[in-house]
């Protein structure tokens, strides 16, 4: 039985481990995981890929990793992964995950104690057995307990949504300290993946001591699993745990660019280093001889910037949601990077709900909540009929609210223009949850997935398709229906259902609500590349949920997206002709 394309990303991420383990080429560990993340984010069976000939289109798979793909496609299996377990025990993947240990760390209990399993690990640590170990001791040990039992605590990776404002909260306290001269948010937040497994955070300082201790004693820290002059660690209340560093201003530029990551944005950024005769690391641009050796006697280069390193190295700046070795390191040598949508593009808000089915404020509240913020548009789209857990709206109460959000539209004057919509359930025998005689008496319709997720592919995506396909769904919302961190993307015909909403210029949402960030980048990327049209909406069911508008600023970023792409940049008078003809 052929395996499927998260299946395949899972063995793929488990061989780059075990060659990582192994001390393979970083170059060949990197092959292996960025195979892994790009068949993570591949919308389309691999099996149809396959069959097109096409797996090596796909970035980064190379003839080698698509014979791999057939392989495990036909078999169900893969030969080089089950001679690498015979080689390394998977238990040592395990191991790496314990905060502390690396790949050295999980080969030298194996090759030293024999220990392949985290259970193991603990009984040696128990036992006294790790601190005569090279490198180890008795505070590394105890630490090596103590990540054990934190591991034991992990529910899994944290929401952005959760992460980065309690993040932002603690880099602002820190920046309250006369000693600290600049601060920012590194890692995985800054580049704005969804979900985030810890936070790194830097602080330019001359002196770090009063920030250290201010860090390691906030009143949400669980305890401290390092500290130092220049870096420590905590883990916090809540089971995250953040990584601090101090340094001086001279050479904020290449520590954040270095800890911002990401790890194949990095290695590519030290080759083109190494080609202008440069080494790059977190601390400068060292000159080096023709064996690629630094010359410890020449002067260093030191950016106070990530922009100075960049035009150091000839190449357009890249914004952190690039950085993922996507093909932003080829654009911007030709300085062809996209200007990238900000906040200040939105100009209205395309989905929200209200008291009239699941919302928790009044029509008017979320009206005049928008004007606060600046919107000169939006729609009131609560949900249909057919969702009854949301209080959904007959066809009788769907008419009223119309009603009355005209009513509320006419008292604003010129504040702002409030439009009458409705988020229409796609049920799951692929009917719409209105009549067309309905539909066509509001000013915006949304259809979207709630029921039936788990259909197959062929079912899910003819219910797409016919949603797509009528002439007043104006907006697909959160098309792959998923949520963090217990549901996955339906499984859909990506490529049928953009091909549908470019022919039919109907438009697909990035919802902003960290439970969904849906569309996911790959997948905004290939939409405006197709030029499909795209809304960012926050689905707010209450108006603090109005704030959320930045994550899906970021899943945009991430995807390429420019504000051109992007329906609620457009002025009303545009958004209200096109409403009128779409074509």
């Not at 169900?76 to 240990?101: C, Q, S, W």
């Not at 995985?188 to 004693?217: H, K, N, W, Y």
């Not at 005209?406 to 004057?413: S, V």
């Not at 961190?485 to 490529?495: F, I, L, S, T």
Request: aromatic share 4%; with cysteine.
């Amino acid at each position: 039985m052929s395996l499927s394309n998260r299946e395949i990303a899972d063995i793929f991420e488990r061989c780059a481990d075990m060659l990582q383990i192994r001390g393979d080429n970083i170059h060949r560990v990197l092959s292996y995981r960025r195979a892994s993340e790009t068949i993570r984010g591949v919308p389309r069976d691999l099996r149809v890929i396959s069959k097109e000939g096409a797996l090596t289109d796909l970035s980064y798979i190379g003839k080698t990793i698509a014979a791999k793909i057939d392989e495990m496609l036909d078999s169900g299996e893969l030969e080089f992964y089950n001679r690498l377990k015979a080689e390394i025990p998977e238990g040592l993947v395990d191991i790496m995950h314990i905060n502390g240990v690396g790949p050295k760390k999980a080969k030298l209990f194996w090759e030293q104690l024999d220990i392949t399993s985290v259970d193991a690990l603990k009984i040696a640590a128990d036992n006294d057995k790790l601190a005569a170990l090279p490198g180890m001791g008795k505070k590394s040990q105890q630490k090596i307990l103590e990540g054990i039992e934190a591991l034991a605590r992990q529910t899994g990776r944290a929401s952005i949504g959760d992460a980065r404002p309690a993040a932002q909260k603690i880099l602002d306290l820190l920046l309250e300290l006369p000693e600290a001269q600049e601060g920012a948010l590194a890692g995985s937040i800054r580049r704005g993946r969804e979900t985030i497994g810890d936070v790194d955070m830097l602080i330019a300082a001359d002196e770090s001591g009063p920030i250290m201790q201010r860090f390691v004693t906030m009143e949400n820290v669980a305890r401290i699993l390092g500290q130092g002059p220049t870096k420590s660690s905590v883990e916090l209340l809540s089971g995250l745990q953040v990584d601090l560093r101090v340094l001086a201003k001279a050479r904020w530029g290449t520590a954040l660019n270095y800890f911002t990551g990401s790890l194949a944005h990095n290695v590519k950024m030290r080759q083109i280093a190494l080609d202008h005769g440069l080494s790059l690391n977190e601390h400068a641009l060292s000159p080096v001889d023709e064996n690629k050796t630094i010359i410890e006697t020449a002067d260093k280069i030191l950016c106070d910037s990530e922009a100075k390193i960049y035009a150091t190295l000839g190449l357009q700046y890249v914004p952190p949601e690039l950085r993922e070795d996507s093909g932003e390191i080829e654009a911007a040598r030709e300085h062809r990077l996209p200007r990238l949508i900000t906040i200040a593009d939105i100009v209205a808000d395309l989905h929200m709900h209200t008291t009239w089915s699941d919302g928790k404020n009044t029509i008017r509240e979320m009206v005049d909540a928008c004007v606060k913020r600046g919107h000169q548009y939006i729609v009131i789209t609560d949900h249909s009929r057919s969702l009854g857990i949301a209080n959904g709206l007959s066809i009788e109460r769907l008419l009223a609210q119309a009603q009355e959000v005209r009513r509320i539209n006419d008292e604003m004057g010129n504040r702002i223009q409030a439009l009458a919509g409705t988020e229409m359930d796609i049920k799951a025998d692929g009917s719409l949850d209105y009549p067309d005689e309905v539909l066509e008496q509001l000013d915006f319709v949304i259809a979207s997935l709630h029921s039936g997720l788990s259909q197959k592919r062929e079912q899910v995506t003819a219910r797409l398709l016919n949603a797509i396909r009528n002439p007043h769904v104006r907006m697909i919302g959160h098309p792959s229906a998923r949520q963090f961190p217990n549901r996955d993307e339906v499984d859909a015909d990506w490529d049928a259902v953009l091909a549908a909403a470019k022919e039919h210029n109907t438009i697909l949402e990035i919802n902003a609500n960290p439970l969904r960030l849906d569309l996911k980048p790959e997948l905004a990327r290939l939409a405006k590349d197709m030029g499909v049209p795209l809304a960012i909406n926050t689905d707010a069911h209450r108006e603090a949920q109005l704030d959320l508008l930045p994550f899906g600023i970021t899943i945009a970023r991430r995807g390429w997206v420019e504000a051109e792409h992007v329906v609620n940049t457009w002025s009303f008078e545009r958004f209200r002709h096109w409403l009128k003809d779409p074509s």
